[in-house]
Nanobody
Framework: QVQLVESGGGLVQAGGSLRLSCAAS????????MGWYRQPPGKQRELVAR???????NYADSVKGRFTISRDTAKNTVYLQMNNLKPEDTAVYYC????????WGQGTQVTVSS
């Protein structure tokens, strides 16, 4: 059973920064892609950022230039560095790992106050 455990969420003022972490229970190279999604209140879950096994990355237009996805293979951890946060970034953020299955973490709340 694959486990993905997020941490690092919290309350921050607009313009601030947070770093989310996603620790996997197995080597992250076993996934085709790993990514971060978010679900704002009353809205659908959306892709924020994704990194492939070959290190290609892609980002939602709304976060380009502000968010960075990275990984530490020795720690089996994927990160999401979020800078210049805006109130519209408020959401539950979920880690995702995809291979032959699709795996989700439990989510971590990010709240950005104006």
């Amino acid at each position: 059973q694959v486990q993905l455990v997020e941490s690092g969420g919290g309350l921050v003022q607009a313009g601030g920064s947070l770093r989310l972490s996603c620790a996997a229970s197995r080597t992250i190279f076993s996934f085709n892609t790993m990514g971060w999604y978010r679900q704002p209140p009353g809205k659908q879950r959306e892709l924020v950022a994704r990194i492939t096994r070959s290190s290609s990355t892609n980002y939602a237009d709304s976060v380009k230039g502000r968010f960075t996805i990275s990984r530490d293979t020795a720690k089996n951890t994927v990160y999401l560095q979020m800078n210049n946060l805006k109130p519209e970034d408020t959401a539950v953020y979920y880690c995702n790992g995809n291979d032959y299955g699709n795996y989700w973490g439990q989510g971590t709340q990010v709240t950005v106050s104006s």
